[in-house]
T-cell receptor
């Protein structure tokens, strides 16, 4: 079954500390992985996608096919990073997107 | 605002009533998606349109749910004979139409069924 698991509902870190939001997936093919973010009172938006291999707002994510993981990392968290983060996958060439339950990141001053 | 828009933003209805939601995608986007999101969960895929063609419908949807996208522009999602379990945020997203492209989300319609 296709599934995205985000084991942490809430992650709280201090400003300047490293942060890692975990994402594991279950999929038989070769999915494409994404991280979406929702800031307070804003709509859901794309943060980054693995195919782009880019760093957005200091965040990076590496696809580990062996461990079927796509963890989101940032070396130094900022208060403005506080938001809801969703990991998602879509089958290559497809359109059905499967989202994880989300992790709320709270960065304390 | 040239983003995805949804109307209404909030809907309160009584059990058994029918409701219809509208989504206006970004104008040049060919793909349109509907999701449902309940408290503490991520968005759940409901259905997908490529232009006016509905290409997939989730098994989550019962026969009470129907979606249309006439002329490949705006889309409507109708729920007939609403139940309390239908209470959720209904999200619409659109994308240009390339493989696994970025989806742009609307603000959502929050449905409360009393």
């Amino acid at each position: 079954a296709q599934r995205v698991t985000q084991p942490e509902k809430l992650l709280s870190v201090f400003k300047g500390a490293p942060v890692e939001l975990k994402c594991n997936y279950s999929y038989s093919g070769s999915p494409e992985l994404f991280w979406y973010v929702q800031y307070s009172r804003q709509r859901l938006q794309l943060l980054l996608r693995h195919i782009s291999r880019e760093s957005i707002k200091g965040f990076t994510a590496d696809l580990n096919k062996g461990e079927t993981s796509f963890h989101l990392k940032k070396p130094f968290a900022q208060e403005e990073d506080s938001a809801m983060y969703y990991c998602a996958l879509i089958n290559t060439g497809g359109f059905k997107t499967i989202f994880g339950a989300g992790t709320r990141l709270f960065v304390k001053a | 605002d040239t983003g995805v828009s949804q109307d209404p933003r909030h809907k309160i209805t009584k059990r058994g009533q029918n409701v219809t939601f509208r989504c206006d995608p970004i104008s040049e986007h060919n793909r349109l998606y509907w999701y449902r999101q309940t408290l503490g969960q991520g968005p759940e895929f409901l259905t997908y349109f490529q232009n006016e063609a509905q290409l997939e419908k989730s098994r989550l949807l019962s026969d009470r749910f129907s979606a249309e996208r006439p002329k490949g522009s705006f889309s409507t999602l109708e729920i007939q004979r609403t139940e309390q379990g239908d209470s959720a945020m209904y999200l619409c997203a659109s994308s240009i139409g390339t493989s696994a492209d970025t989806q742009y989300f609307g603000p959502g319609t929050r449905l409360t069924v009393l």
